[in-house]
């Protein structure tokens, strides 16, 4: 059995889904208040848990061999943020782990964790890394640069506004990747030695500016290559007037500056050596990340897409699990 965390997010779907077209038994770890049901039709089961609760992740891991761990806050909420989910919830989730006997846990961590850079969502990445190293545990360390679905988000915000604010600095080198290909990648990492205990910072086969990956973005979709330049320092000095606001917006300016500003190239004929999965080139990754939203960015993708054939399946221990633990039941079929 393989846990997969984040399964909801835009990355863990496709991992879910990656792992389900070869067979492989798949428990996702998803929030009731997630969007799940999307993944019903893959046969995938659910446990109903949080990372910020340390007993459901222990209930979660129960005959779990492997994990790909593909959880992350994007934008902090009150009280689900950097600390205490990309750093406490993975330090959690790798010590119930161990207890477990799991041989092995994929965990994707970003471009950026070795730079000396103090932002929020890079110090708690590398504190789970540490984490990681030190449990005992068979591990895997992905590193993602910037993912296509980034530029198509941005390329989306031109369709709508006919402008955007590219964040960061344009001459940056990046080499955006798809997120089927970052599964593939995780898929591999279970099953490759020489994948075993590294940290590997993965991209996709090309490399280019950042300015460069927005218009071509553009390009392949019909659009303007339209923006304005919002250069890293000028993102802080937004994050930081924001902050009466809170401190979620400016973590997130501070998480943009280096996802956009930090140079995250890697050498694509390496990254297709050492994984040995077939990448897909930048503009047809681009034409899809386009079209193909993922279900909770798209209200038409939603409709179509949400499957509600059946609800597979929910692990607990009967006597452990209060009835206020288990899901509501599975939404109304609109099918
Ligand atoms: N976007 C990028 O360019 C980029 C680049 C490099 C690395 N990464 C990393 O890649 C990973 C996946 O990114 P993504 O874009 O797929 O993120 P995403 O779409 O925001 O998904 C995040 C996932 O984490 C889950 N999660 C959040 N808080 C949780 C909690 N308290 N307990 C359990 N699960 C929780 C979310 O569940 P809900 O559905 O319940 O919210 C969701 O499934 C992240 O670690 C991210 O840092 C991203």
Redesign the pocket.
């Known amino acids: 059995m393989i846990l997969v965390?984040?399964?909801?997010?835009?990355?863990?779907t496709q991992i879910v889904r990656v792992l389900r077209s070869v067979g492989l038994d798949v428990r996702c770890?998803?929030?009731k208040?997630?969007?799940y049901y999307w993944l019903n039709d893959t046969g995938a089961a659910y446990f109903f848990g949080?990372?910020?609760d340390p007993a459901s992740v222990g209930r979660a891991l129960r005959d779990v061999r492997y994990v790909v761990a593909?959880?992350?806050?994007?934008v902090e909420r009150t009280d689900?943020d950097h600390k205490r989910?990309?750093a406490d919830?993975s330090i959690t989730l790798f010590h119930a782990a161990k207890e477990r006997g799991v041989e092995h846990v994929v965990y994707?961590?970003?471009?950026g964790v070795e730079s000396a850079d103090q932002a929020p969502?890079f110090t708690a990445?590398r504190a789970a890394e540490e984490a990681l190293v030190g449990s005992g545990l068979g591990y895997t360390i992905l590193r993602?640069?910037?993912?296509v679905?980034?530029f198509a988000d941005l390329a989306r915000r031109v369709e709508r506004n006919g402008n955007v604010f590219l964040p960061g600095d344009a001459a940056t080198l990046v080499s955006p990747v798809h997120?089927r290909d970052v599964a593939l990648m995780a898929l591999a990492a279970l099953d490759l030695p020489a994948l075993r205990n590294v940290a590997v910072r993965v991209g996709g086969p090309e490399t280019m500016t950042v300015g460069d990956a927005f218009a071509r973005m553009c390009r392949v979709n019909g659009l303007p290559d339209a923006h304005w330049a919002l250069p890293p320092a000028a993102l802080r000095a937004l994050g930081k007037l924001a902050r009466p606001a809170g401190r979620r917006w400016r973590n997130r300016a501070e998480a943009l500056a280096v996802?956009y500003a930090h140079p995250s190239a890697v050498d694509g004929a390496e990254m297709a050596a050492l994984f040995g999965v077939p990448f897909t080139a930048y503009d047809e990754a681009a034409r899809v990340a386009f079209t193909d939203r993922?279900p909770s960015e798209d209200p038409t993708a939603r409709d179509e897409k949400v499957v509600h054939r059946q609800f597979t399946a929910t692990i607990y221990e009967p006597g452990v699990i209060s009835w206020d633990d288990l899901p509501a039941g599975p939404p109304p079929r609109r099918d």
């Open positions: 965390t984040g399964a909801t997010g835009r990355l863990g770890l998803v929030r208040g997630s969007e949080d990372l910020r593909a959880h992350g806050v994007r689900n989910v990309d919830g994707v961590s970003c471009a969502l990445k993602p640069g910037l993912y679905q980034n997120t996802h993922h």
